[in-house]
């Protein structure tokens, strides 16, 4: 199993960007979905976004048109483009393998990177 090193948060004033990445351990070629969740104080792990190899992607209807997931095989990254950010994007930001497009995650979890969106 691969382990998951994300990178990549931060402090944004509202209607900044983010990128965020995901480091897997070893080839994420053959692990066919992969996605990112987040957890906000005091609430449950969303998942915000997934994407298959063959580049077929879902967002949460919170983010659609505002973050972009993505994925280099090459070098067994994920990554999540960030843009409008609002101030309840706050969270701690995770990637995990997924059993589909829509969940569940099947991997263990990593440290998580930390996006706080306030001016």
């Known amino acids: 199993q691969v382990q998951l090193v994300e990178s990549g948060g931060g402090l944004v004033q509202p209607g900044g960007s983010l990128r965020l990445s995901c480091a897997a351990s070893?080839?994420?070629?053959?692990?066919?979905?992969m996605g990112w969740y987040r957890q906000a104080p005091g609430k449950e792990r969303e998942l915000v976004a997934g994407?298959?190899?063959?580049?077929?992607?879902k967002y949460a209807d919170s983010v659609k048109g505002r973050f972009t997931i993505s994925r280099d095989n090459g070098k067994n990254t994920v990554y999540l483009q960030m843009n409008s950010l609002k101030p309840e994007d706050t969270a701690v930001y995770y990637c995990n393998q997924l059993w589909t497009l829509v969940g569940p995650a099947e991997g263990s979890w990593g440290q998580g990177t930390h996006v706080t969106v306030s001016s």
């Open positions: 994407i298959t190899t063959a580049g077929s992607t």
């Open positions: 070893g080839s994420i070629f053959s692990i066919n979905v």
